[in-house]
T-cell receptor
Framework: DVKVTQSSRYLVKRTGEKVFLECVQDMDHENMFWYRQDPGLGLRLIYFSYDVKMKEKGDIPEGYSVSREKKERFSLILESASTNQTSMYLC???????????????FGPGTRLTVL | AQSVAQPEDQVNVAEGNPLTVKCTYSVSGNPYLFWYVQYPNRGLQFLLKYITGDNLVKGSYGFEAEFNKSQTSFHLKKPSALVSDSALYFCAVRDGYGGSQGNLIFGKGTKLSVKP
């Protein structure tokens, strides 16, 4: 089975701290994604990556950055956490190549981040 | 632009009754449609997808969905609801085209509550 893991299930940080959220997948997927989930807003794409050292902005990249140094690992970075970044963060991966798009995404369990 | 609408924030059903969770979509090309379920404090789990072929798609846990091209809908259904089906359900669409335009677009989610 595909497995996507996230480094923390729950995280509490203070305003201004630098926060790292780690995601690892074990299926050699090319594509990885970071979403945030907020009530009434569904899932919103923050950043995604199609390959190592490659990244593209999603719909809401402001206040975030990402790093993909290895194929299996995709990190989300909050350079200076703010209270409006309190949310559930979901990582996902999929094996989709650029030529086909019939696959599905596989999700990690999520990290619930609280910024005080 | 691609979009997905889930018109109901919440659906309430009695156990044993049929359930329907609605989803409509808008894409420029052929739609690839997905349903995911999320249990409390968990990531999203894939339920089923429509790519091509039969309009009625069967998935996990007894769920099925019907693709209706003329109504641009992909409603999720189950003949007999269980209390354990209570969860948050997300519909997603991907335009049938690779590259960055092929990312999943999610609806805002519908909370399904099944009462005994």
């Amino acid at each position: 089975d595909v497995k996507v893991t996230q480094s923390s299930r729950y995280l509490v940080k203070r305003t201004g701290e630098k926060v790292f959220l780690e995601c690892v997948q074990d299926m050699d997927h090319e594509n990885m994604f970071w979403y945030r989930q907020d009530p009434g807003l569904g899932l919103r794409l923050i950043y995604f990556s199609y390959d190592v050292k490659m990244k593209e902005k999603g719909d809401i990249p402001e206040g975030y950055s990402v790093s993909r140094e290895k194929k299996e690992r995709f990190s989300l970075i909050l350079e200076s956490a703010s209270t409006n970044q309190t949310s559930m963060y979901l990582c996902a991966s999929d094996p989709r190549s650029l030529e086909t798009s019939t696959d599905t995404q596989y999700f990690g369990p999520g990290t619930r981040l609280t910024v005080l | 632009a691609q979009s997905v609408a889930q018109p109901e924030d919440q659906v309430n059903v009695a156990e044993g009754n049929p359930l329907t969770v609605k989803c409509t979509y808008s894409v420029s090309g052929n739609p690839y449609l997905f349903w995911y379920v999320q249990y409390p404090n968990r990531g999203l789990q894939f339920l089923l997808k429509y790519i091509t072929g039969d309009n009625l798609v069967k998935g996990s846990y007894g769920f099925e969905a019907e693709f209706n091209k003329s109504q641009t809908s992909f409603h999720l259904k189950k003949p007999s609801a269980l209390v354990s089906d209570s969860a948050l359900y997300f519909c997603a669409v991907r335009d049938g085209y690779g590259g960055s335009q092929g990312n999943l677009i999610f609806g805002k989610g519908t909370k399904l509550s099944v009462k005994p």
